[in-house]
């Protein structure tokens, strides 16, 4: 009897916690919140080939954490796409970039690392703010020559997330309810044309 009611006792708390939990990821999920913008994207033309420059900024709490050493990871998409008119845009070309920012607020250490494709790049700095400066700005990236593309209008979108580090391992079996993003955030550049007068 005594079993069948601490079963049942479970059972309650078990479903209280799954309705708190989804409770908790509709009205607070970390995605929503506006920790960064991005500024720019700005294209430009070097030949015959586009090439697009932004920059990220966080908010102060993001920053915060940041300094107190807590890693942070970044994932940036830089994207072409070509407007058509009563249809979706369609994706054109892209690329992907990794960014990763390390802090020792002990040992005064700061690691920033970058990857794209075969590339790699780790970098110690001698402050915060010189290791945010490099790593948040992305800077005339190359992306396709203006020969692959046909005549239309185009817009370059910068889509920046920041994957949380880790969460607890009973949250991990609900992340269907849960975003695996601090925040995802994404920004358009002015229009371009292509083989086209406007």
Not at 11 to 33: E, Y
Not at 52 to 65: F, M, R
Not at 73 to 80: G, L, Q, R
Request: net charge positive; hydrophobic share 40%; charged share 25%.
């Amino acid at each position: 009897m005594i079993t069948s009611i601490k079963n049942h006792i479970h059972a309650i708390q078990t479903r209280l916690g799954v309705i708190l939990l989804i409770v908790f990821s509709i009205f607070f999920n970390p995605s929503q919140s506006q920790s960064a913008d991005v500024i720019g994207p700005e294209v430009s033309f070097h030949g015959d080939e586009i090439h697009a420059s932004a920059s990220v900024v966080l908010d102060e709490k993001y920053i915060n954490e940041l300094k107190k050493g807590i890693t942070k990871n970044f994932k940036i998409y830089v994207d072409i796409y070509r407007v058509w008119h009563n249809w979706p845009d369609e994706f054109i070309s892209g690329k992907v970039i990794f960014r990763t920012l390390k802090c020792d607020p002990v040992k005064g250490e700061y690691i920033a690392t970058s990857s794209s494709g075969n590339i790699f790049v780790n970098k110690r700095f001698k402050s915060f703010e010189s290791m945010t400066d490099w790593a948040l700005r992305i800077d005339d990236i190359r992306l396709i020559p203006v020969s692959e593309l046909e005549p239309g209008t185009y817009y370059i979108r910068v889509t920046v997330e920041s994957k949380i580090r880790k969460l607890p391992p009973v949250i991990g079996y609900f992340m269907i309810f849960l975003s695996e993003n601090e925040f995802k955030i994404h920004k358009n550049s002015s229009f371009f044309y292509i083989g086209i007068k406007r």
